[in-house]
């Protein structure tokens, strides 16, 4: 799950969060472990990137980025490691930015990737149209 953060939900459709929740629970009932990555911006966390007030949380494994890809995190990479994760679905925003590079480093580091977009959103469509032919071609899984 990535960046789903109050300062962040008013640019996208009020059902995202419920829906992005719906699959946390559908995910954590089947055992599936569930990450949030959170941007804190290029100057550091403050109380403007939290994490969305009403967003579930199910686990511990929350972990902060400061640059587009969750990758860029290594102990978020250690984490998955250490897991034995081969297989990632992600979910969150924003399609364009985060969503993608986020993606697109994950398939080259060789997970199987799947992008969720009924959890998923972009805020402009057109080009996230784009987004998903450049995913599909790096082998992504797009699902609705």
Same mark, same amino acid.
């Given at each position: 799950m990535i960046d789903i953060q109050e300062k962040y939900l008013n640019y996208y459709d009020a059902d995202l969060l419920p829906r992005i929740n719906a699959r946390i629970t559908a995910a954590k009932s089947t055992g599936t472990q569930v990450f949030y990555v959170r941007n804190i911006g290029i100057n550091g966390d403050d109380d403007s990137y939290a994490l969305a007030k009403d967003l579930l949380i199910v686990s511990d494994n929350i972990y902060e980025k400061k640059f587009p890809s +969750?990758?860029? =995190? /290594?102990?978020? $990479? @250690?984490?998955? &490691? !250490?897991? =034995? $994760?081969?297989?990632?679905? !992600? !979910?969150? $925003? /924003?399609? =364009?930015? #985060? !969503? &993608? @590079?986020? #993606?697109? /480093?994950? +398939?080259? +580091?060789?997970?199987k990737v799947t992008l969720n977009l009924q959890c998923t959103a972009a805020r402009n469509e057109k080009i996230f149209e784009k987004t998903l032919n450049e995913l599909r071609n790096a082998g992504v899984i797009i699902t609705v």
């Open positions: +969750a990758f860029t =995190n /290594d102990s978020f $990479v @250690k984490e998955l &490691k !250490i897991q =034995n $994760v081969t297989e990632l679905e !992600i !979910i969150g $925003v /924003d399609g =364009n930015s #985060c !969503i &993608k @590079k986020s #993606c697109l /480093d994950a +398939a080259n +580091a060789g997970y």
